[in-house]
């Protein structure tokens, strides 16, 4: 499947087909996913319906690239090609020259008058180049679907019926050149995209008390403690228990140099321990580790199609009625006026027939949006689909948690002071009046001043806050005491928000649950224009509709399950960090695989340079297309340079779209 007019062909065939109840598919992946009854319908028989039109399928395999059913065609294509140069050989040796044999397209140029040997030459490479046609062609007319198939064997019979048998040879050889090359084209983002999935090893040694056994990953039990020696890929999600060692996060964070892992800290699934051995006890395993969610979001993100892709549908549905009545009127019109020969008209309507395949069209935007989604994961940068990466390029107003995003998510402890018993009773009684109003809350002043807590914890906290400290309550063995936990902004925080304003970000708003102070010191250290500060959950989502109201296109960056419903709200949502609780990363459109906010800035630079290249696609498509209906309407054209203008285009929109596969120097940094 390489082509939108064959899943237009495959759905006409298969939702006719007693219970099958919808149909998804992905031509960049050529997967096509069914979901139907069994009690209705067989897999066998589904099998039989695809093969009806021509193709063949099989179920689907995780880093499936191969071109399916598809080894054999180089034969054909070859001997297509082989077969043309004889024909054309043998007929420039019978009287002919180059220049009339390429180039004549009238009656009788290049066909009656040919030598017998350079027919059947031109017989064999019809026939070879049709047979990669001929089947999807027939199914087109039983199900009355018009497609590039069925176009090109009524064109290659025609032009043989008129004696152009250098034409139809042509044009049978281009074609299946043309469908090759685009086969391949596909089958390189294939081969990227799929990278992802062959990261995971197959096997962990489980350790068993004095010794360790080798399993298969997906049975490795959450609480296993798994041996990972140097070399060798992280099996699991984990804390380490035992050892040191240097760890490429390259794949789920992004970060180009390994990073060093000892007891304590957290490992990830499919990462590379490059020195060392590391004793892991697993926390998330099988199909529930980072590693399997990331490559399920960027599963289901093709799925999501971008507003681009949704104008090409659009657009090709009334586009291609349009081509052949076009095609109708341009055979019959001018010879009925008195203006030509039927031969030629029927020709030129031949060629307008060809035009009429979208194909270039059709594939230019969901090449271009895989690929780059694809380069995106491959940095750390999850977008759940073409529509969210759109987005990114069109946002105007961005809204900025603060810890965890413009801070680096680890807060110190900067002071600690410890409660007497009538202040820690006040405390209790706070913690329970609050949980009897609908949850617990952070210590700031606002909240602070409610529910009957001592004055001198409020002055304690008052006292935190102004220094720009978050207060928390703490209790251990010595009583309670509030702590002030000081989280330093993020290293480049100040630039990279700079360097977002210079792309056109025209508003950049703190909104936080932390305190006032804390807030402001936060906001001034990156210049926002706007500081909401001590915010509910849902007064941060009433804050970003409010922004959407005005703007229209803004973007929420948060981590925590408070950030959850103006996720949701914005019109891009995005979850920074890996470590950002699960509600986050659910309610984001964009999951930033690493806490770092030049990941944004890499987002927005890489969106845009996306839709450049789909604008790209979809005008060269289109100005090729009317190019070849204009010259087909005045006369000037033929068949097998219809055929080559669209298998260039498509071929050009295709390498042109696979750029995006590469993340450009400046956006690295």
């Not at 490429?248 to 060093?260: K, P, R, Y």
């Not at 706070?430 to 001592?454: D, K």
Request: glycine content about 10%.
């Amino acid at each position: 499947m390489d082509c939108g007019e064959e899943v237009s062909l495959l759905r006409a065939r298969l939702s006719r087909v007693a219970g099958v109840r919808e149909l998804r598919f992905d031509v960049v992946l050529g997967r096509m996913e069914v979901e139907y009854a069994p009690a209705k319908v067989t897999p066998e028989a589904i099998e039989s319906a695809v093969a009806s039109v021509g193709m063949r399928c099989e179920p689907w395999r995780e880093a499936q690239t191969e071109l399916v059913g598809r080894d054999w065609g180089k034969w054909l294509v070859w001997g297509s090609g082989v077969s043309l140069a004889a024909g054309m050989t043998l007929q420039v040796w019978h009287g002919g020259d180059w220049v009339t044999t390429l180039l004549a397209h009238e009656h009788g140029a290049g066909g009656h008058s040919a030598h017998p040997g350079s027919v059947a030459m031109y017989a064999l490479a019809i026939l070879a180049g049709a047979a990669l046609a001929a089947r999807k062609a027939w199914a087109a007319l039983l199900t009355r679907r018009p497609d590039m198939n069925l176009l090109v064997v009524i064109s290659m019979a025609g032009a043989a019926g008129l004696g152009e048998w250098t034409e139809a040879g042509t044009l049978a050889f281009l074609f299946s050149l043309a469908g090759r090359l685009e086969a391949r084209s596909l089958l390189r983002a294939r081969e990227e995209i799929s990278k992802l999935l062959r990261v995971m090893p197959a096997e962990a040694s489980v350790v068993h008390g004095d010794h360790e056994h080798r399993v298969e990953v997906e049975a490795v039990q959450v609480g296993s403690l798994v041996r990972v020696r140097e070399g060798e890929q992280i099996p699991c999600d984990g804390v380490v228990e035992r050892g040191a060692s240097y760890v490429n996060q390259s794949l789920i964070t992004g970060e180009s140099e390994a990073v060093e892992r000892r007891a304590g800290d957290e490992v990830f699934a499919g990462t590379l321990n490059e020195s060392g051995v590391l004793e892991i006890r697993a926390a998330q395993a099988g199909r529930n580790t980072t590693l399997r969610r990331m490559l399920r979001m960027v599963g289901d993100s093709r799925s999501r199609k971008a507003p681009s892709e949704q104008f090409v549908e659009r657009f090709t549905r009334h586009y291609t009625p349009a081509v052949l009545l076009m095609a109708i009127s341009v055979a019959l019109l001018p010879p009925m006026l008195g203006a030509g020969s039927w031969g030629h008209w029927v020709y030129q309507g031949m060629v307008v027939l060809l035009i009429a395949c979208p194909c270039a069209l059709v594939i230019s935007t969901p090449v271009s949006v895989a690929a780059a989604l694809t380069s995106a994961a491959r940095e750390g940068v999850l977008v759940k689909g073409g529509a969210y990466l759109e987005e990114a390029a069109r946002v105007k107003v961005l809204a900025l948690d603060r810890q965890g995003v413009l801070t680096r998510g680890m807060p110190e402890v900067a002071r600690e002071v410890n409660l007497n018993g009538d202040e820690e009773r006040s405390l209790r009684a706070w913690e329970e009046w609050r949980a009897e109003e609908g949850g617990s809350f952070p210590l700031t002043p606002r909240w602070a001043e409610e529910g009957g807590l001592a004055g001198s914890v409020r002055s304690h906290i008052a006292e935190m806050t102004a220094e720009g400290w978050t207060v928390e309550a703490r209790r251990g063995r010595d009583g309670v005491s509030l702590v002030g936990l000081c989280d330093r902004p993020q290293r480049d925080a100040r630039e990279v928000v700079a360097a977002l304003r210079k792309r056109g970000i025209r508003r950049v708003v703190v909104a936080t649950g932390d305190p006032e102070p804390t807030a402001r010191e936060v906001a001034e250290l990156v210049q926002a224009e706007d500081v909401h500060a001590e915010l509910l959950a849902e007064e941060k989502a009433a804050l970003i509709e409010g922004l959407m109201r005005e703007h229209r296109h803004v973007a929420m960056v948060g981590d925590t399950a408070a950030d959850a419903l103006a996720l949701t709200a914005a019109s891009l949502g995005i979850s920074m960090g890996v470590r950002g609780e699960e509600l986050a990363r659910e309610s984001a459109d964009v999951v930033l695989m690493r806490s770092d906010l030049k990941k944004v800035l890499f987002l927005v630079d890489h969106a845009r340079r996306t839709l450049k290249v789909v604008r790209q696609n979809i005008a060269f498509a289109l100005v090729m297309k009317g190019l070849f209906l204009a010259a087909a309407v005045a006369g000037w054209a033929t068949l097998w340079m219809a055929v080559a203008a669209d298998m260039g285009a498509t071929f050009a929109v295709t390498l042109n779209g696979l750029r995006l596969l590469r993340t450009e120097p400046h956006q690295e940094g």
